[in-house]
């Protein structure tokens, strides 16, 4: 069956220091990938995608992910975070018409 | 653009009454979610239309709640009658199309509260 894990429930990461979120999928076929995220009180905003091509993806607010097949991660990077970074961070594999959603990491930014 | 326009933001109502959430999503998409979001089961999604008909609504809960989408630009999502373990934050979400590829655009949702 279909799923996706992000291990961490929560990260805590200081101000200007690099990120990395964690996502696992399980999924039979070529994956479609994606990364949201939702401040406090917003609805989801996607992040970045991956289809196919180049395993490297660039996103908006300074993100990226990296597709690695082998072992079936898309995890999230970002080489220096500001504070307006604190948010919750959702992976989802796209299946058929629907997301598979991942429980979602929380950021903390310590100043 | 408007994205996916949600209304009422917040509601706060008594256990038994009946709820009615609305949502427009953006124009030209032909996919329409509804997900429930809370600290417990976290993003579960309720209902999805495609050209204004029901595909799956094997997510939602109980038959207190029903989903309408008379048009390509309205949709409703009904609680009657509403009880406490209702109490969560409901998105609207729309897509160009029904397909895996195509990132799902999310309103700002509902925050319900049943007291």
């Known amino acids: 069956a279909q799923s996706v894990t992000q291990p961490d429930i929560h990260i805590t990461v200081s101000e200007g220091a690099s990120l990395e979120l964690r996502c696992n999928y399980s999924?039979?076929?070529?994956?479609?990938l994606f990364w949201y995220v939702q401040s406090p009180g917003q609805g989801l905003q996607l992040l970045l995608k991956?289809?196919?091509?180049d395993t490297l993806v660039q996103g908006i607010k300074g993100f990226e992910a990296e597709f690695k097949r082998s072992q079936s991660s898309f995890n999230l990077r970002k080489p220096s975070v500001h504070w307006s970074d604190a948010a919750e961070y959702f992976c989802?594999?796209?299946?058929?018409?629907?997301?598979?959603w991942g429980a979602g990491t929380k950021l903390i930014i310590k100043p | 653009d408007a994205g996916v326009i949600q209304s009422p933001r917040h509601e706060v109502t008594e256990m038994g009454q009946e709820v009615t959430l609305r949502c427009k999503p953006i124009?030209?998409?032909?996919?329409l979610f509804w997900y429930r979001q809370t600290m417990m089961r976290g993003l579960e999604l309720l209902i999805y239309?495609?050209?204004?008909?029901?595909?799956?609504d094997s997510g939602m809960p109980e038959d207190r709640f029903s989903a309408k989408m008379p048009n390509a630009s309205f949709s409703t999502l009904k609680i009657q009658p509403s009880e406490p373990r209702d109490s969560a934050v409901y998105f609207c979400?729309?897509?160009?199309?029904?397909?895996?590829?195509?990132?799902?655009?999310f309103g700002d949702g509902t925050r319900l509260s049943i007291l």
């Open positions: 979400a729309s897509s160009g199309q029904g397909n895996s590829n195509q990132p799902q655009h």
């Open positions: 124009s030209g998409h032909n996919s």
């Open positions: 239309f495609n050209n204004n008909v029901p595909i799956d």
């Open positions: 999924y039979g076929a070529t994956p479609y």
């Open positions: 991956y289809f196919s091509g």
């Open positions: 989802a594999v796209g299946t058929n018409y629907q997301l598979i």
